[in-house]
């Protein structure tokens, strides 16, 4: 799976978006790009995946570049309950989950009051 | 629906003992993966079990074994623990090996 580069932290505002990158610049074709949340002390959320076209869901949106060698997780109304770190994940499908989910350090967010 | 429940949530062991923790798929999922999480790192791949056949495995060595049962529930069995077997123990299920997991509360694990 291909490797993913994410800022360690970042600050945002409640109320405002948190607008979170992520570079995944040797993925391939068949790779889709999946995003996790851990809060502390408890097992990780799923938040969404793609492939290549944006995706939105109750929880977040995930922008994918063109060329899709980076991404952008949305949250677009942040709250003290989205501290936690969330990671950006690759992950292909030609050897079925048989690799498991290959998890970074991620990016701590931070919500500000 | 139910999620993915682990038991226990806490266990201390001494080194060179063995240890069992235990995982009850979500609903309708056939299959589970295990992870470790040492203190401060991003979640490791143990294994998958896929309809209670072992289906892919990470850089964890034999003492580390599972089981998965008809119902889909799965056990993670780590013998001889060692000081560095220390850490949170993740299971998550999922509907088939390649779609998304959903992961239990963890059981921390701490050996002594």
């Known amino acids: 799976d291909a490797k993913t580069t994410q800022p360690p932290s970042m600050d945002c505002a409640e109320g405002r978006a948190a607008n979170l990158p992520c570079n995944h610049s040797?993925?391939?074709?068949?790779?889709?790009v999946y995003w996790y949340r851990q809060i502390h002390s408890q097992g990780p959320q799923y938040i969404i995946h793609?492939?290549?076209n944006n995706e939105t869901n109750e929880m977040a949106s995930l922008i994918i570049t063109e060329d899709r060698k980076s991404s952008t997780l949305i949250l677009p109304h942040a709250t003290l309950r989205d501290t936690a770190v969330y990671y950006c994940?690759?992950?292909?499908?030609?050897?079925?989950?048989?690799?498991?989910?290959?998890f970074g350090k991620g990016t701590h967010l931070i919500i500000q009051p | 629906e139910t999620g993915v429940t682990q038991s226990p949530t806490h266990l201390i062991k001494t080194r060179g003992q063995q240890v069992t923790l235990r995982c009850s798929s979500q609903?309708?999922?056939?299959?589970v993966s295990w992870y470790q999480q040492a203190l401060g790192q991003g979640p490791q791949f143990i294994f998958q079990?896929?309809?209670?056949?072992?289906?892919g495995r990470g850089n964890f060595p034999p003492r580390f074994s599972g089981l998965q049962f008809p119902n889909y529930s799965s056990e993670l069995n780590v013998n001889a623990l060692e000081l560095d077997d220390s850490a949170l123990y993740l299971c998550?299920?999922?509907?088939?090996?390649?779609?998304?997991?959903?992961f239990g509360q963890g059981t921390r694990l701490t050996v002594v």
């Open positions: 998550a299920s999922s509907l088939q090996p390649d779609t998304e997991a959903f």
């Open positions: 040797t993925i391939s074709g068949n790779e889709y």
């Open positions: 793609g492939l290549k």
């Open positions: 994940i690759v992950r292909g499908y030609s050897g079925g989950g048989a690799d498991g989910l290959t």
């Open positions: 609903s309708g999922h056939n299959t």
């Open positions: 079990y896929y309809r209670e056949e072992e289906n």
